[in-house]
């Protein structure tokens, strides 16, 4: 089943005073099957970013269509897209996102406040989510009482909480030292062994090469795509290290 449908998504951004107009996509299709976990690469300015902002129905696209479960985001009312957000899509940033006032356990429970679930229902959701990830032990601590490893794990706990169709990562590795990354990337691995989509975008070469595929992106648009398939880790990483060298030296599209 496709859970993510991107068709000839185009955006241009055009200064309000003046100037020349930035193409930041254009003509981005591709598709993300239930349960896949498709990493998103390309260099500083390829519109990583600008996509991302697509998916996440945080940026509209000049022409072109997202579709979430066969449905577009370009028909969600204005005043319903955080609730959208909030239902159906979990987010994992670089910085992590975490309110310092707040606990490990309360930003974690958080998007189910939001949601209105009943406070009984609260712990029963998150409690499976949090021994998983290890962090059940620190639910009392605060953001600034741990490791950045460990705010990453609340912020995975916090996206999955509400059983999202998708998670979207942006960078989520960027903030983390060597440990914490392969301890992370661990996570990812599970959550998504166990049934879960995930669309990453990162610049680790080692982040990628866990996923089952990665997209290239270069001057707004999907270059090319490998696909992990039978490959170990170590061969999809010298896979992708191949093609992001082809990409950065101008070789031609696959």
């Given at each position: 089943?496709?859970?993510?449908?991107?068709?000839?998504?185009?955006?241009?951004?055009?200064?309000?005073?003046?100037?020349?107009?930035?193409?930041?996509?254009?003509?981005?299709?591709f598709?993300?099957?239930?349960?896949?976990?498709?990493?998103?690469?390309?260099?500083?300015?390829?519109?990583?970013?600008?996509?991302?902002?697509?998916?996440?129905?945080?940026?509209?696209?000049?022409?072109?269509e997202?579709?979430?479960?066969?449905?577009?985001?370009?028909?969600?009312?204005?005043?319903?897209?955080?609730?959208?957000?909030?239902?159906?899509?979990?987010?994992?940033?670089?910085?992590?996102?975490?309110?310092?006032?707040f606990?490990?356990k309360?930003?974690i429970?958080?998007?189910?406040?939001?949601?209105?679930?009943?406070?009984?229902?609260?712990?029963?959701r998150?409690?499976?989510?949090?021994?998983?990830?290890?962090?059940?032990?620190?639910?009392?601590?605060?953001?600034?009482?741990?490791?950045?490893?460990?705010?990453?794990?609340?912020?995975?706990?916090?996206?999955?909480?509400?059983?999202?169709?998708?998670?979207?990562?942006?960078?989520?590795?960027?903030?983390?030292?060597?440990?914490?990354?392969?301890?992370?990337l661990?996570?990812?691995?599970?959550?998504?062994?166990?049934?879960?989509?995930?669309?990453?975008?990162?610049?680790?070469?080692?982040?990628?090469?866990k996923?089952?595929?990665?997209?290239?992106?270069?001057?707004?648009?999907?270059?090319?795509?490998?696909?992990?398939?039978?490959?170990?880790?170590?061969?999809?990483?010298?896979?992708?290290?191949?093609?992001?060298?082809?990409?950065?030296?101008?070789?031609?599209?696959?």
């Open positions: 089943m496709t859970v993510l449908e991107v068709e000839n998504l185009k955006k241009i951004y055009r200064p309000r005073f003046g100037g020349n107009q930035v193409q930041a996509l254009s003509k981005v299709t598709s993300v099957e239930e349960g896949e976990y498709v990493a998103i690469m390309g260099e500083s300015g390829s519109g990583k970013t600008t996509l991302l902002n697509m998916l996440a129905a945080l940026d509209k696209p000049t022409e072109g997202v579709y979430l479960d066969g449905k577009p985001l370009s028909a969600i009312r204005e005043k319903d897209l955080s609730k959208f957000r909030r239902d159906h899509l979990g987010f994992v940033f670089q910085d992590f996102n975490l309110l310092d006032t606990n490990l309360d930003n429970l958080l998007p189910l406040v939001l949601q209105g679930v009943d406070y009984r229902k609260m712990n029963v998150m409690m499976p989510i949090v021994k998983e990830l290890g962090i059940a032990g620190l639910l009392e601590k605060y953001p600034y009482e741990v490791s950045g490893g460990q705010k990453q794990r609340a912020a995975v706990a916090r996206a999955l909480i509400t059983d999202p169709r998708l998670i979207l990562a942006d960078e989520p590795t960027g903030a983390l030292d060597s440990k914490s990354t392969d301890e992370l661990g996570v990812f691995e599970r959550i998504n062994q166990s049934g879960q989509t995930i669309l990453m975008v990162t610049h680790s070469v080692k982040a990628a090469s996923a089952g595929r990665v997209l290239f992106i270069k001057d707004g648009e999907v270059f090319h795509q490998v696909y992990k398939g039978e490959q170990t880790d170590e061969q999809f990483y010298q896979n992708i290290s191949a093609t992001l060298t082809m990409l950065a030296t101008g070789g031609e599209r696959q």
